[in-house]
């Protein structure tokens, strides 16, 4: 995975706002998808899953828009890599790319169009490139800000006509705070909006049980209006380790589980999925540290079903897709395919 997940991430807290509070029965149809955010085509392995859990879309990570200084402008970064691998037939793609917020900070509102047109060209060009046959949506995924909303805003716009003129929909992800507080953080003018139910909890900080899903952080904003865009539904099936260092976030380490830190002359067990690392070693390539901290977190399966049986209160639109987050780590995180369909049930029932 090219972009570290805590560039997306989210310290709000705020959860289930807009849930609860509708009679509106659950959507009648859940199709179910899976987020591809790697830097090259999945294995034959990980495509299988779509079969066995009757995926027939996938939401593909094309690449990012980050600040170049050399050009003194955003540009494109961390492309999906196709050589590394074969895309498979017979699927709906949704290109998505995402935007850094300092990409944006020093994009002027007059730039921003401009901005978006070269997003589309290059969108449009990959998939060409990629031979993607069946493309009916493009996502933008940005965790804007109130110094950014307005230039996003635009730039969404922008995209949005672009698109229409190749009959493609734009839709834009929403993270929880944007969901609780639409009068501040407004509404992206997108066709449609992906909710990210993870990344809830306060990552920086140790005492922290589960940022990935916290269900306890999550239960006191239950209960608001419905959203201004019919929303679509991104869960989490992913695992990572938390790294601290001197008391601060360090980096995450993606996949990260306990089998990974069974050496005890390296790694020290200290209760609740946490360890301490006693001796210098290099885990994922990286260096750690004597001292150095590590909170291992995951979705645990049974909190994917609170959740889903929480979020069926919403009033979804029918259809309505659930994504997976992400492809290729959910066959070896605990979450096998009679799980995967299990949550899209309770969606649905």
């Known amino acids: 995975m090219t972009v570290p997940v805590y560039r997306r991430y989210v310290l709000g807290l705020s959860l289930l706002a807009l849930l609860g509070c509708s009679q509106k029965p659950a959507p009648g149809i859940v199709h179910t998808a899976f987020y591809h955010w790697k830097s090259s085509p999945a294995d034959a392995r990980s495509w299988a899953v779509l079969d066995s859990v009757g995926a027939g879309r996938v939401y593909l990570r094309l690449f990012d828009i980050d600040w170049n200084e050399g050009l003194g402008a955003p540009a494109p970064v961390g492309a999906l890599d196709a050589k590394g691998g074969q895309l498979p037939e017979g699927l709906e793609w949704v290109p998505c790319v995402f935007l850094t917020n300092r990409s944006l900070m020093q994009t002027p509102i007059q730039r921003a169009g401009r901005l978006a047109e070269q997003i589309v060209e290059r969108v449009l060009a990959d998939v060409a490139r990629l031979q993607l046959e069946e493309v009916p949506e493009v996502q933008?995924?940005?965790?804007?800000?109130?110094?950014?909303?307005?230039?996003?805003?635009?730039?969404?716009?922008?995209?949005?006509?672009?698109?229409?003129?190749?009959g493609i929909r734009l839709s834009v992800t929403v993270r929880l705070h944007q969901l609780r507080y639409p009068e501040q953080a407004g509404v992206p003018p997108a066709d449609r909006g992906m909710l990210m139910f993870y990344n809830m909890g306060e990552v920086r900080s140790w005492e922290e049980p589960n940022s990935i899903l916290n269900l306890d952080a999550a239960a006191p904003y239950l209960g608001s209006g419905a959203y201004a865009l019919p929303l679509d539904l991104a869960l989490p099936v992913f695992a990572w380790g938390v790294l601290f260092r001197d008391g601060e976030l360090?980096?995450?380490?993606?996949?990260?589980?306990?089998?990974?830190?069974?050496?005890r002359s390296r790694f020290f067990p200290m209760g609740g999925n946490r360890f301490e690392v006693v001796q210098g070693t290099f885990l994922q390539g990286h260096y750690l540290y004597e001292g150095d901290l590590i909170r291992l977190e995951a979705a645990a399966p049974e909190d994917l079903l609170k959740a889903a049986a929480t979020l069926r209160s919403y009033p979804w639109p029918s259809p309505v897709y659930l994504a997976f987050y992400h492809l290729g780590e959910e066959a070896s995180g605990g979450y096998p395919a009679s799980l995967l369909n299990e949550l899209s049930g309770a969606l649905e029932e």
Do not use: I, M, N
């Open 250 to 263: 360090a980096r995450l380490l993606h996949g990260l589980k306990a089998d990974d830190l069974a050496d």
């Open 140 to 166: 933008l995924d940005c965790d804007w800000t109130g110094s950014t909303q307005e230039a996003y805003f635009s730039l969404v716009a922008r995209c949005r006509e672009l698109l229409s003129a190749s």
